[in-house]
């Protein structure tokens, strides 16, 4: 039995984010002071080193990505989203914005275009949500089927860097060398 349905079956809390950590190195995070690609401070041994602990921000208790909040409802469709360190991503719904935005790992930065994520943000694009990803220092905004198309075949950040376009988030440069969010 795994770890988690070990869990599960005795009772005990399932760690259905096993070793990731992207969403503790990729995001800028205000509480913490934690710019975007600066892993958090608190990881340790590839976890939250203060879970459960008081001084752990609301806004990290309150996420969860897409993949984790499908397995804690436990719908039908659970098995659907890969866990983020196979996919190289993971992914919210923003309401407010209207938006579904993703974050890409930098180490495994195509991966997600051979997943199923690929055709699930089409689906979500279809229901009038657009797209915004986070991608290696780029910002993309996707409002169209053509363009999501596009990013599908062929790898637009390595274009733009090949450009030699500046990148939209400058801490990438910064910090890039130092993102390992996939224990
Ligand atoms: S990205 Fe998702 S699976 Fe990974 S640590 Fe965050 S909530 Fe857990
Ligand atoms: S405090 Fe814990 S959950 Fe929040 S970003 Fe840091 S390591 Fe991740």
Request: with cysteine.
């Amino acid at each position: 039995m795994g770890e988690a349905r070990r869990r599960k079956a005795s009772g005990e809390p399932v760690s259905w984010c096993r070793t990731c950590t992207l969403c503790c190195v990729l995001p800028e995070i205000l509480s913490l002071d934690k710019p975007m690609y600066k892993p958090c401070r608190h990881i340790a041994r590839s976890r939250c080193g203060i879970y459960g602990q008081p001084e752990r921000p609301d806004a990290c208790s309150a996420y969860a990505c897409a993949y984790l909040q499908a397995r804690m409802n436990g719908g039908s469709g659970r098995n659907r989203i890969p866990h983020p360190l196979e996919a190289g991503a993971y992914f919210h719904i923003d309401q407010q914005e209207n938006a579904v935005v993703m974050f890409v790992d930098p180490a495994k930065a195509e991966r997600w275009k051979t997943t199923q994520i690929a055709e699930i943000l089409r689906t979500l694009m279809a229901r009038g949500l657009h797209l915004v990803i986070l991608d290696r220092g780029r910002r993309m905004v996707v409002k169209s089927e053509f363009v999501y198309d596009e990013i599908l075949k062929r790898d637009m950040i390595a274009f733009a860097d090949a450009e030699g376009r500046p990148k939209d988030i400058a801490e990438y440069d910064i910090y890039a060398s130092g993102v390992q969010a996939s224990g």
